[in-house]
């Protein structure tokens, strides 16, 4: 009997996974185990706990929800946590062929190449990516640094596989006993009633969303108008979470789009949510690249504009509190702190605040969302802020100036009431939809 332990790590998804539905033709028993690691949350340490609690939370949500799955179809999902090494080991009584996802990553490669060293038979795939890399136009060392030259060759070039369906029919070992098993259990937080981001973590709410964004509200036709919005949940698709968890997968996301635009509307909305989508996918691609330059403050391009990056711990906790007295910023970093979720405008007005305004090294901001993001994603993040620090893959210097910003994208003050809870400001009605 041919059997094998399948690894789930950022794909927490049962439909289209290739590495999944590999591993249940070429077997015919699979242990199932998902590793918890905290260790690897916040490798800089610069606060006390490990994860913020809006990101756990959702993290917990998307593996019970896909425990709770998988239970329905007879299969058992053991939840493990400890070191990689010693639990691989103990596995090994079972099985050394291992199946999964291929990651992006330090901490992450960092575990494919212990259990490589130690001779597991690891069969990695990339389900987390829109295409695979052996489809990318270039040697990943020939990557340009702009986006645009890797989108429009991608584009003209690259076609994108179909959704894979899962097939349930294997036989799961369901009593392997592991000293390393743990009992997972929710966390508990009130949603705050302002979040834009108030969706629970799991497959079942990431297929969800996706049908309400598309379908249903058909809001996807008017995101490039509202993609720059701050309040709610409808202005951006709101994907993140659940794709950084591998909730849904990017090809889901891509082909479902396509769908819509056959049968419903095609219009440069629809078509820009699948550009943001490219850029993800550039930045997988980048870390594949420049590895670990992405975490350094030089970068991949050098500090080419001189900033200054510097270490001043006082204006840092400032920012991180959203006590630095510009409001617009103080009004993002308080709704980070709050719910866990920022819009992408305010991600780069914060950013550049920190980099431009009070000369701080980004490092230090960039290691603070990945605490606190629920969304938090490991090339999204450190490329975006190497972006806007200027040491990425850019050649113009990018400064938001936040006065005239919020005068943009925020002319009433609504956004900076919401969170700087003025008085007599608060109870404006602000049309929030239900999700
Ligand atoms: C400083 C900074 C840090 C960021 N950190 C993260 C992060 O940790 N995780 C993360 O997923 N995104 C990150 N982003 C990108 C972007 O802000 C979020 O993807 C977006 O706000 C999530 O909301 P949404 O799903 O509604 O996005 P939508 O606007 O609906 O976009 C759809 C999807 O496209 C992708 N996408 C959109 N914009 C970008 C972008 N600029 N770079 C890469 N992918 C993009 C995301 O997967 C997103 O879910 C960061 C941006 C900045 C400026």
Redesign the pocket.
């Known amino acids: 009997m041919k059997k094998a332990i399948y690894w789930f790590r950022k794909n927490l998804r049962i439909h289209d996974n290739p590495s999944l539905n590999s591993a249940i033709k070429e077997n015919d028993e699979l242990l199932f185990v998902y590793i918890m690691d905290y260790k690897i949350f916040n490798p800089i340490n610069s606060d006390t706990e490990k994860i913020g609690k809006f990101r756990e939370k959702f993290l917990i949500e998307s593996i019970l929800n896909l425990k709770k799955d998988l239970n329905k179809i007879n299969i058992k999902l053991m939840i493990l946590e400890g070191n990689i090494l010693e639990i691989f080991d103990d596995l090994k009584k079972y099985s050394t062929t291992v199946y999964g996802t291929k990651e992006v990553g330090t901490y992450e490669e960092r575990e494919e190449k212990i259990l490589y060293d130690n001779d597991f038979n690891l069969n990695l795939f990339e389900d987390q990516n829109l295409f695979e890399s052996k489809k990318l136009p270039y040697q990943v060392e020939e990557l340009p640094l702009i986006f645009t030259h890797f989108r429009k060759k991608v584009e003209k070039l690259v076609v994108i596989r179909d959704v894979e369906k899962f097939d349930p029919t294997i036989q799961s070992k369901n009593d392997y006993l592991s000293p390393f098993t743990i009992q997972l259990e929710y966390l508990m937080i009130d949603t705050n009633l302002n979040s834009s ?1 108030p969706f629970v973590g799991g497959e079942n709410n990431g297929l969800n969303r996706l049908k309400n ?1 598309l379908w249903k509200s058909k809001n996807i036709e008017k ?1 490039k108008e509202t ?1 720059n919005g701050l309040i709610g949940t409808e ?10 968890l591998g909730c849904i997968s ?1 090809v889901m ?1 891509y082909q479902e789009v396509k769908r819509y635009e056959k049968e419903i509307k095609k219009n440069s909305s629809t078509y820009w ?1 699948i550009f ?2 490219l ?2 996918e ?2 997988r691609y980048v870390y594949l690249k420049a590895k670990n330059k992405i975490f350094l403050k030089e970068g991949i391009n050098g500090n080419i504009f001189s900033k200054n990056f510097n270490n001043d711990l006082k204006l840092f906790e400032k920012w991180k509190r959203g006590e630095t007295g510009q409001e617009f910023i103080d009004a993002n970093m308080k709704e980070l702190k709050e719910t866990g ?4 405008r305010g ?2 007005n ?2 550049s605040y920190l980099i431009n305004n009070l000369d701080l090294n980004w490092v230090w ?2 290691s603070f ?2 605490k606190h ?1 629920i ?11 190497m ?2 620090a200027g040491v990425g893959n850019n050649t113009r210097n990018w400064v938001f100036n936040p006065e005239r910003q919020s005068e943009l994208h925020d002319k009433k003050g609504i956004y900076r009431s919401m969170w700087l809870k003025k008085k007599g400001q608060l109870n404006i009605d602000l049309g929030l939809k239900k999700y």
């Open positions: 981001y964004y995101y993609r202005y951006s698709s709101k994907f993140s979470a659940y794709l950084c990017p996301i949510l943001e989508l850029w993800r550039f930045f979720f920022m819009s992408n991600r780069q914060v950013a901001g960039a969302f990945e993001l969304d938090y994603d490991v090339t999204s993040n450190w490329c975006n802020w972006y806007i």
